[in-house]
């Protein structure tokens, strides 16, 4: 498993749960603080790979429960602001890890 892998100028982040790295623990238990920590996740990757959440081209949102679109939603919107990236959410059956909720990956480019 890798976090991320680069090719060429695009850099592809694998699905990012809401584990806080600094703790190994879980975020939250609710969509808000997990679509947080997910997102400081894929942005700490990015970083990494000298890119940044303003360069995402797309993401894959997962939702165990749909009913929380609303939740991850707007938290997605106020962290990418007027940056709109393609994305597709869906509800998946299950996500790896007790108590996850949400998991996002991307794909984005280097500048």
Known sequence: YSPGMGFERLVFVSGQGATD??????????????????????ETILKAAGSSLQHVLRCGVFLLDMNEFQQMNAV????????????????????????????????????
């Not at 790295?21 to 894929?42: F, H, I, R, S």
């Not at 990418?80 to 509800?91: D, L, M």
């Open 21 to 42: 790295p600094a703790t190994g623990q879980l975020a939250g238990a609710d969509a808000t603080a997990q679509t947080e920590q997910c997102l400081k996740n894929v």
């Open 76 to 111: 997605y919107s106020r962290i990418f602001g007027e940056h709109r990236p393609a994305r597709t959410t869906i509800q998946a059956a299950g996500l790896p890890g007790e108590g996850l909720r949400v998991e996002i990956d991307c794909i984005a480019y280097v500048p």
